[in-house]
C-alpha cells in the first residue's frame, strides 16, 4: 500500500495532469483526446474500492476540484453521491475556494471571475468570410456571464450564462453575489440563484406593499460566519408628504431555513442609499450603506450605516468629518482590496463638468484612518456613475450614453471599453443606465441539494 502523501500525490496528478508525452507525438495527441474526467473517475473509484485511500483524504482531494466535474463524478458511486452531495463536503469546497483566494492564489482557481449582467440591444454579431461583423439588433435582452477580469472584459465572456428561471419580463436589481449566489429582487419577490449549478430559489417578501405605493426598499445580502447562513436584510420606509418616514421597518430572509423575520434590534434613524450599478459592500460580517438623517430634522449628518449579520443589530460608522456634513453627498460604499472606500454615485447632465474624490478607510472603524486616495476629473466626458474597482486598481465607469471605459485615477487618462447596453423604462421612450452590474463571483455547491421550482 503506497503512503498518504504519495496517494495524494498520484491522484492529483490525474486531476490536474503533467504533460506525458513530448507535444506532437501521435501518443500525445491520443492521450489529450482522452476524457479526462473518466480516467480521473476511474483512478480514484478504484483506488477508493482498494481501499488505498480513506474517506476523509477523498474528501480532501474532491474540495479541490471544480463544480463542473463534482457534478459528474456523482455518478461515479452511491458513495461518491453521498459525500459530495453532503452538507459538510459543501461548506468544505466553499471553504477551500475561501482560503485559496485569501492566500493569493486566484490564478490557479475557476473562482477568478466577475459576474457581468446588462441589457443591450446590440449583444449577437455576425462576422462574414472578409471579417466585417454585422450586429443583431435585440430587443433589450438581458445578458448574464462570467468575466476574466482583465483584458478581455466585457467582450469575450469566459462563460455566457443562461438562468434557469425566467425572473421578469422587465428590470431588476441584483443585490450583490456571495459564497456563489446572486441575490435578485423585484418588488414583490427574491430569487437566489447559483451560476454553477444553474438553480434557483424563489421567495416572496413577507411583508408586501401594492405596486402604487410610495416606499423605499433598501437591501443587504450576506454571510452569517457562525452558522454560515446566508441572509438577506430588507428596510422599507414608508412615505408621507413628501419625505419618508424613519425608523423604517426591518425584516430578515434566512436561506437555509427558507422563512422571514422581523429584525427585533431598533432600526436606523437614517434614510439609507443604496447604488443601483455598484456591487455591494460586505466586510467584517456587515453589510454597509451611506445613510443621512432626515430631511427637516436640523444639520445634515452623513454616515455609513452597518448591519451585523451575526448579532442582527445596526451600528454606525463616522464618515471623514469634510462628509459628514455636506448636504446631498451623492456617494456610494464599495469594497477596494478589502477596505471599505467611499466613490461618487452621482448622475451630471451632459455639458456639466464632472469630478468627485475617492476615499478609503485604511482600519475599520477608525475614522481616523479615512484617507483621501484621489480625484476623478474626467473633464465633460458626461460620466453617469462609478461601478466598481478593478483587479489592476483602475476605475469601472459608465458614460452619460451608457457606455463603459476605465479610468486610470493616478495618469487620468480614461479608456474606452467600446460597450453599450442600456434597458428602456416601461414607456419606452427613455433608458436607464442602472442595468449594468459588476460584482465578483466564486463557484459552489450551494444549494445544491435544494429543491426549486423547476425541480
Known amino acids: 500500500m503506497i503512503k498518504a502523501d504519495e496517494e495524494m500525490l498520484a491522484i492529483a496528478n490525474v486531476v490536474n495532469p503533467p504533460p506525458l508525452f513530448e507535444r506532437g507525438s501521435k501518443r500525445c495527441l491520443r492521450f489529450r483526446l482522452l476524457p479526462r474526467l473518466r480516467v480521473c473517475a476511474h483512478f480514484l473509484k478504484d483506488t477508493w474500492n482498494h481501499q488505498l485511500i480513506s474517506q476523509s483524504k477523498l474528501s480532501e482531494i474532491l474540495v479541490r476540484v471544480p463544480v463542473k466535474s463534482l457534478l459528474r463524478f456523482r455518478c461515479v458511486s452511491k458513495t461518491w453521491h453521498s459525500l459530495i452531495s453532503s452538507p459538510a463536503f459543501i461548506t468544505n469546497h466553499l471553504n477551500h475556494a475561501h482560503h485559496k483566494a485569501s492566500q493569493g492564489e486566484r490564478s490557479n482557481l475557476l473562482d477568478q471571475f466577475i459576474l457581468f449582467r446588462h441589457y443591450s440591444s446590440c449583444e449577437y454579431c455576425d462576422e462574414d468570410d472578409h471579417g466585417f461583423r454585422t450586429y443583431v439588433t435585440t430587443n433589450d435582452e438581458e445578458c448574464f456571464a462570467l468575466h476574466k477580469d482583465d483584458e478581455s472584459f466585457p467582450h469575450n465572456p469566459t462563460l455566457k450564462l443562461k438562468p434557469a428561471h425566467k425572473f421578469l419580463s422587465e428590470y431588476f436589481r441584483i443585490v450583490g453575489s456571495m459564497n456563489g449566489i446572486a441575490c435578485m429582487v423585484a418588488r414583490s419577490e427574491c430569487f437566489f440563484w447559483n451560476p454553477s449549478l444553474n438553480k434557483t430559489v424563489k421567495t416572496s417578501f413577507q411583508t408586501g406593499f401594492p405596486s402604487w405605493f410610495p416606499v423605499k426598499q433598501i437591501l443587504g445580502f450576506g454571510c452569517d460566519h457562525i452558522t454560515k447562513d446566508l441572509k438577506l436584510v430588507r428596510l422599507f420606509y414608508s412615505k408621507e408628504e413628501n419625505h419618508y418616514v424613519v425608523p423604517p421597518l426591518v425584516e430578515i430572509f434566512t436561506l437555509s431555513t427558507n422563512s422571514w423575520r422581523e429584525v427585533a434590534a ?163 421612450s427613455t433608458y436607464k443606465n442602472d442595468s449594468y452590474f459588476v460584482d465578483s463571483h466564486m463557484e459552489s455547491l450551494v444549494l445544491l441539494n435544494e429543491c426549486t421550482d423547476e425541480d
Open 266 to 428: 431598533p432600526s436606523p434613524m437614517y434614510i439609507l442609499v443604496q447604488s443601483k450599478s455598484s456591487p455591494q459592500a460586505f466586510m467584517s460580517g456587515a453589510f454597509h450603506w451611506v445613510a443621512h438623517t432626515p430631511p427637516g430634522q436640523g444639520s445634515s449628518c452623513n454616515v455609513i450605516m452597518a448591519f451585523d449579520m451575526v448579532n442582527e443589530v445596526f451600528y454606525e460608522i463616522a464618515l471623514p468629518s469634510c462628509l459628514a456634513s455636506k448636504p446631498h453627498l451623492n456617494m456610494t460604499v464599495v469594497l477596494m482590496n478589502g477596505s471599505l472606500s467611499l466613490v461618487p454615485d452621482n448622475e451630471v447632465c451632459l455639458d456639466s463638468y464632472y469630478s468627485g474624490s475617492v476615499w478609503i478607510m485604511k482600519e475599520y472603524g477608525v475614522v481616523e484612518s479615512w484617507t483621501k486616495l484621489f480625484d476623478i476629473d474626467v473633464g465633460k466626458q458626461g460620466v453617469s456613475r462609478v461601478i466598481t474597482f478593478r483587479n489592476n486598481g483602475e476605475l469601472l465607469l459608465i458614460k452619460r450614453w451608457d457606455e463603459l471605459f476605465s479610468y486610470e485615477p493616478y495618469t487620468q487618462e480614461s479608456r474606452d471599453l467600446h460597450f453599450g447596453g442600456y434597458v428602456r423604462d416601461s414607456d419606452k
